[in-house]
């Protein structure tokens, strides 16, 4: 596993922070698919003990990033190129329905938020940086679901 990236951990909310991090390096791919994820090493490279990491990891197998066999561990989630298609069909039927929405509002707040994020994807483009594009594009599909004003899509999206 890469070494631990960024700041120093707080002690406020541990298994979400180790979650977010792990969750951010599965995404990245920094954790490559079918990766081991050992609690006690995560754990040693978080400065954490391992409960907040047991739960971290429960929370990447239950979101499907990780899957668990019993008695061999836990490992980052091998998607098969189905379950990615079927996965952006359910993601695109959310999006469309979230787009719908937005554009249906009579306020012009909610586009200035996405003008931003496209303003991020067009710089990370031209910079020729990838991660930053796929962020900014992340950040942009969640956002429309967060203003559409349907508090179940940002869930269903996340």
């Known amino acids: ?94 999006e469309e329905l979230a787009a719908r929405t937005v554009a249906a509002q009579s306020s012009n707040t909610p586009f200035e938020a996405l003008e931003v994020q496209v303003e991020g994807m067009r710089q990370a483009a031209l910079q020729g940086d990838v991660g930053g594009f796929r962020d900014a594009d992340i950040t942009f599909h969640r956002t429309v679901c967060e203003i559409s004003g349907n508090p179940f899509l940002p869930k269903l999206w996340g």
Do not use: K, W
Request: proline share 5%; no cysteine.
């Open 1 to 94: 596993m890469p070494d631990a990236i960024g700041e120093p951990l707080t002690r406020v909310l541990l298994s979400d922070q180790v979650y977010a991090r792990v969750r951010g390096l599965i995404i990245e791919g920094a954790l490559a698919p079918g990766a081991r994820l050992v609690e006690s090493e995560i754990a040693r490279q978080f400065n954490v003990s391992q409960a907040p990491v047991r739960e971290a990891v429960r929370r990447l197998v239950h979101e499907g990033l990780a899957d668990h066999i019993p008695r061999r561990g836990s490992f980052v989630a091998v998607v098969s190129q189905e379950d990615a298609h079927h996965a952006r069909a359910v993601r695109v039927a959310i």
